[in-house]
T-cell receptor
Framework: AQSVSQHNHHVILSEAASLELGCNYSYGGTVNLFWYVQYPGQHLQLLLKYFSGDPLVKGIKGFEAEFIKSKFSFNLRKPSVQWSDTAEYFCAVIPDNYGQNFVFGPGTRLSVLP | ETGVTQTPRHLVMGMTNKKSLKCEQHLGHNAMYWYKQSAKKPLELMFVYNFKEQTENNSVPSRFSPECPNSSHLFLHLHTLQPEDSALYLC???????????FGSGTQLSVL
């Protein structure tokens, strides 16, 4: 069965530290990949997405993610986090043929200490 | 297994049909959500229920009618849909509105 895993359940960083959140998926075909963020008390928002092309994707608020097909990974990165980045981060996978189920990862909670 | 179960997994319906999607959560959460996922588009929030009361309707056409009989169950009633309504419909729940979401695996809907 298709699955999406996120390596860390809870990450705690100090401001200005660098961030990398892992995401791996098990589906072997062509995929569309997303990172969503949920700030405390708010609804889900799209951070960035990958459909095709350059595997390094730039998103909002200084986030980027790199698609590495050989590793089935789509890790999220930010060079310097801020307290306002404290949120829940979800990786999601949709197969390109769209004939199978869409899957969200379990989420990684990021806490940035001021 | 996230604790959020959606049925059916796949649904094909004609434009004149009436069908319902069901979502059930076993997590004791108070908030439930319907999202729409169209191919190659970000998630769209459709409806939010908190303690069985609808708190958000994101300009969704009336051919989609949600029902939340209790805090564990959420339905999406479908009537006279259009082909462009074909999408993946995701249910989610959270302990309270605005807290971490737990997603079901979705219902893949095709409208012919």
């Amino acid at each position: 069965a298709q699955s999406v895993s996120q390596h860390n359940h809870h990450v705690i960083l100090s401001e200005a530290a660098s961030l990398e959140l892992g995401c791996n998926y098990s589906y072997g075909g062509t995929v569309n990949l997303f990172w969503y963020v949920q700030y405390p008390g708010q609804h889900l928002q799209l951070l960035l997405k990958y459909f095709s092309g350059d595997p390094l994707v730039k998103g909002i608020k200084g986030f980027e993610a790199e698609f590495i097909k050989s590793k089935f990974s789509f890790n999220l990165r930010k060079p310097s986090v801020q307290w306002s980045d404290t949120a829940e981060y979800f990786c999601a996978v949709i197969p390109d043929n769209y004939g199978q189920n869409f899957v969200f990862g379990p989420g990684t909670r990021l806490s940035v200490l001021p | 297994e996230t604790g959020v179960t959606q049925t059916p997994r796949h649904l094909v319906m004609g434009m004149t049909n009436k069908k319902s999607l069901k979502c059930e959560q076993h997590l004791g959460h108070n908030a439930m959500y319907w999202y729409k996922q169209s191919a190659k588009k970000p998630l769209e929030l459709m409806f939010v229920y908190n303690f069985k009361e609808q708190t958000e309707n994101n300009s969704v056409p009336s051919r989609f009618s949600p029902e939340c009989p209790n805090s564990s169950h959420l339905f999406l009633h479908l009537h006279t849909l259009q082909p462009e309504d074909s999408a993946l419909y995701l249910c989610a729940s959270s302990q309270e509105e605005g807290e971490k979401l737990f997603f079901g695996s979705g219902t893949q809907l095709s409208v012919l």
